[in-house]
C-alpha cells in the first residue's frame, strides 16, 4: 500500500556469547520473534483521491498542515450531501489530525467555502475523536436511507451526516441547526 511507514522489530534468545558452556538449546531458544508496525499517511492530501473542487476550499483555508485525508474507512474518502440546507451539495471528508491522529470529518461548504471539524480533536459540535467509526453515509432530509435503516430524532432543515459502525448498534447524526452542528447519538 502507498504512503506506508513500517518499523520491523526481532527478537532471539541466542544464548550468551561470553557463556563458554552454553546448556543445550531448547525449543525456546530457537524461537524467533518478529514485530511488524505499520501506519499510514497521506503526505500530501492531493494522493486522496477527493476532488479538487472539494479540498481547494480546506486547502485554502490553510488545514493541509492539520488534517490529512484519511481513507481508513471508506474509498473515495467522502460523502455529499446538502448539509447546511443552503441549496448547494457540500461534502464530508474523513480526516485524521496531524498532531494527535483523531479522526474526524471536515464538512466543506461549497456555498459558503468554509469548513468545520467533526471530532480530529476538535470538540466544538460534540465528541473530540470519531475513531470508533468505520463508516459514513448521508441521511437525506426528505428520504430514509436503508443503509442506515433510521432517521435523527431532530427536526431536520438539511442533510444530516451519519457516522457509526456498519455491524454495531452504534452511530450517530451531525444535524444542522442554522448556525452549527448538532451531534445526537443513537443505538438501534
Known sequence: ??????????????????????????????????????????????????PDSIWSIATSAGLDSIYAISLSLQA?????????????????VVVENRSNGKLG?????????????????????????????DALDVSHKNSLNLTIGYRPNARVSADALWVGRREDPIGAFYTWNGRGFDYEGHKR
Open 76 to 92: 473515495p474518502p467522502y460523502v455529499e450531501g446538502d448539509f447546511d440546507g443552503d441549496g448547494i451539495e457540500d461534502a464530508a
Open 105 to 133: 470529518v471536515a464538512i466543506v461548504h461549497r456555498g459558503t467555502r468554509r469548513v468545520t471539524i467533526l471530532g480530529a480533536g476538535a470538540t466544538a459540535w460534540g465528541p473530540d475523536d470519531l475513531g470508533w467509526i
Open 1 to 50: 500500500m502507498r504512503n506506508n511507514l513500517c518499523i520491523v522489530t526481532g527478537r532471539w534468545n541466542g544464548g550468551d556469547d561470553s557463556d563458554t558452556t552454553p546448556p543445550p538449546p531448547t525449543a525456546a531458544d530457537d524461537i524467533y520473534e518478529a514485530f511488524v508496525e505499520c501506519s499510514q499517511d497521506i503526505v500530501s492530501n492531493k494522493d486522496s483521491d477527493v
